[in-house]
């Protein structure tokens, strides 16, 4: 099945690039100009995922992100020439993926569609176990039999991340690309202090299921024999 991607950007240039280059990989391009068009096409449509700058007229990209996360739950990327830190924050606080500067090369955007679809495909599994843990997509709770708890949006994603794939080391650096974005400029100690949290909810919980520290690389998830 194709992936339908909503390219919102009020440069008709920029439109039919990415638009041209993304059909060309097989992907499904919807182009419109405006926020407020974008809106009006997801009143009739479903899109996989949207790409989205932030400088437009009327309604911007950062109020768009905001809908488009927290309303309709897709996936987003901004790509937008304004590479402040500030503007980076912005759009990470109104939920973003990830975060694209202009100019840009088109094969470094595809590849992190790719990226944000693979971390979506792994979330829209309804629910993930291992041991004696479900985790519930739905929900976003994590139970042991009938106890369970409610996690923070990035503990979850960080856990659940680890429970898909068991056993399988992951470094630091990856996790932070593949939970917080490639453009993340935070250090790696973000990932430290989210599994310190993440270990004492699942002991609480009395999870067989453990996080272990993989020496000088990163971290995995394991079970009690």
Not at 98 to 124: G, N
Not at 137 to 155: C, D, N, R, S, Y
């Amino acid at each position: 099945m194709s992936v339908t991607c909503l390219i919102v950007d009020d440069d008709p240039e920029i439109l039919n690039y990415v638009a041209t280059h993304l059909q060309r990989k097989g992907y499904q391009p919807v182009t419109v100009a405006s926020g407020e068009a974008a809106l009006a096409y997801l009143e009739k449509h479903t899109i996989d995922i949207a790409i989205v700058d932030v400088m437009m007229d009327g309604m911007d990209g950062f109020e768009l992100c905001e809908t488009l996360k927290y309303d309709y739950e897709y996936p987003v990327i901004m790509l937008t020439a304004r590479d402040a830190l500030s503007d980076k924050e912005r759009a990470f606080l109104a939920g973003t993926d990830d975060y694209v500067t202009k100019p840009f090369e088109v094969a470094e955007l595809i590849f992190r569609i790719q990226a944000v679809l693979r971390r979506y495909q792994i979330a829209t599994e309804t629910l993930l176990t291992l041991g004696n843990l479900t985790i519930d997509q739905t929900q976003l709770e994590v139970k042991v039999e009938t106890k369970g708890m409610i996690l923070p949006h990035k503990e979850f994603e960080l856990l659940s991340l680890l429970v898909a794939y068991p056993k399988q080391v992951f470094p630091r650096e990856q996790l932070i690309e593949k939970i917080w974005g490639l453009d993340y400029e935070g250090d790696e100690r973000t990932v430290d202090v989210h599994i310190k949290r993440l270990r004492a909810r699942l002991k609480k919980l009395g999870a067989n299921v453990h996080i272990e520290t993989v020496r000088g690389i990163g971290y995995k998830v394991t079970q009690d024999a």
